[in-house]
């Protein structure tokens, strides 16, 4: 590609790359002591194009009776018994190999991937009980990790957008914090649980909250956070999910399920088949 111009024959101004975040958790429960959040970094051009492209034609490996309104779900598509799809109709390592070539996406694009988690933390903020702290703590740690990969890594200017599930939840904990992450007096003030990644950089403006029924790359980012989280809990078969999501490459130490991190973040991205792992945060 040349370079590009204004109409007056000047160069083009604000000729610089822009990525979009969509940042989402994995299945969990109100009972659960440990949240996982996935955020995607996907780069607005090309590689938007490819993995839209790659994640539409998987839906052909759907049973048609399935198809309209289908959403990649890991806790609808790993349940044996009792769920939404039919066992004779759709056999479960059919779905379980569906799953593994969505989240086997990131590594053929490389398009980096981060994840946050928690575990039984408390976070002092007005009006969050103790399970929905921890959904929080893990969202900031893989917003502030996807902030932090675009500025080690893009063009000094490069900025993002973060996009996240549309529920009235999400947007009165979530959206609420997330602007106060980009201040160093509200960061200073949640104290050690948070990333000293922040506060934010390069993710601007207010997060666009989108339907995750709509979003499919909303829907991989919640699947590779359940497979992170699987892993962790020790769940059957994840292995072959691990796998694919890590690009065949070997399990890094971050992943250990002795882990004693409370919590923290990593970024998986591939650069020439390599994968970095940085440490985790623990506070």
Known sequence: MGARFALGGGPLPGFEIMRLIYA???????NDSLSVVCGIVVGTDQQWLALEDDIAALRQYIPVPYRP???????????????????ETWPKEDRIRLLAQLVALPAKHQVPVAFGWCKNVHLDVPGADSTPAIHLAA?????????SFIARTGPVKEIALLLLEDTQDMKETVGRMYEGLKRHDFVKSLGGTISKDL????????ANFVSSDRAPFLQLA??????????????????????ALLGGGPVPAELSR????????????WRVSTIEHPQPETP
């Open 24 to 30: 989402g958790g994995s299945d969990t429960t109100t």
């Open 69 to 87: 309104n289908f959403v990649f779900r890991a806790c609808d598509l790993l349940k044996t018994d009792g769920g939404k799809f039919d066992h």
């Open 139 to 147: 969202y900031a740690h893989a917003v502030a990790a996807c902030d």
């Open 199 to 206: 506060p934010l950089r390069r993710i601007k403006d207010a």
């Open 222 to 243: 919640m699947v590779c956070g359940s497979v992170i989280r699987h892993h962790w809990i020790g769940a059957p078969e994840n292995e072959s999910l691990l796998g």
């Open 258 to 269: 002795s882990t004693e991190a409370t919590a923290g973040s990593m970024c998986l991205h």
